[in-house]
């Protein structure tokens, strides 16, 4: 009786710590910049808007890290070219590659969400219930300013994505020398 009152003990504390990492784990997912996704409001068109603004928004802040990523290899290649890994350069070229894909497709979810974005900010002004209405137009607050947020950043991505691609080209180029 009592080792099964420790093994109930014990499997409570190993469930409770396994959520407390569950929980980290997710919040880590999603941490871009100062933003972080609001909950939910109820509503299918508000929380579809506030969930996609906060998907580009975050998509932008991926493809910001991984661009972070290429720039600090390219670098410390630079810094010393005789040392240069050119499995990682193709590597670091073909993730600038994948950026320059990405960036168009993210930019005209931007435009199409930003379209959205004023009758879904007076909407939330005459959301019902009531009650709810001052979390509607936080949520849609924070979603348009995720999308500046977004469209910014990716406007500086585009052009540091370029001058990083130049700049891996030209150290690739010094392989084909050697």
Avoid: H, W
């Amino acid at each position: 009786m009592k080792t099964r009152k420790i093994l109930q003990c014990v499997f409570v504390a190993l469930l409770s710590i396994s959520f407390l990492f569950a929980g980290n784990v997710n919040a880590q997912d999603e941490k871009y910049g100062d933003l972080e996704r609001p909950a939910n409001v109820g509503d299918s068109d508000f929380d579809n808007f506030k969930n996609s603004s906060f998907d580009v928004y975050y998509n932008v802040g991926k493809l910001d890290v991984n661009l972070k990523k290429v720039e600090t290899n390219l670098i410390s290649y630079k810094e010393n070219p005789d040392n240069i890994d050119f499995a990682s350069l193709r590597a670091d070229i073909k993730s600038l590659n994948e950026i320059n894909a990405a960036i168009p497709k993210l930019q005209s979810e931007v435009t199409s969400l930003k379209g959205k974005s004023e009758s879904m900010v007076k909407g939330a002004k005459d959301f019902k219930p009531k009650l709810k209405a001052p979390k509607a137009i936080k949520n849609t607050n924070q979603s348009v300013t995720a999308l500046d947020k977004a469209n910014d950043r990716m406007k500086t991505l585009v052009e540091d994505q370029k001058a990083a691609l130049m700049t891996a080209k030209e150290l690739l180029g010094e392989e084909e020398e050697e």
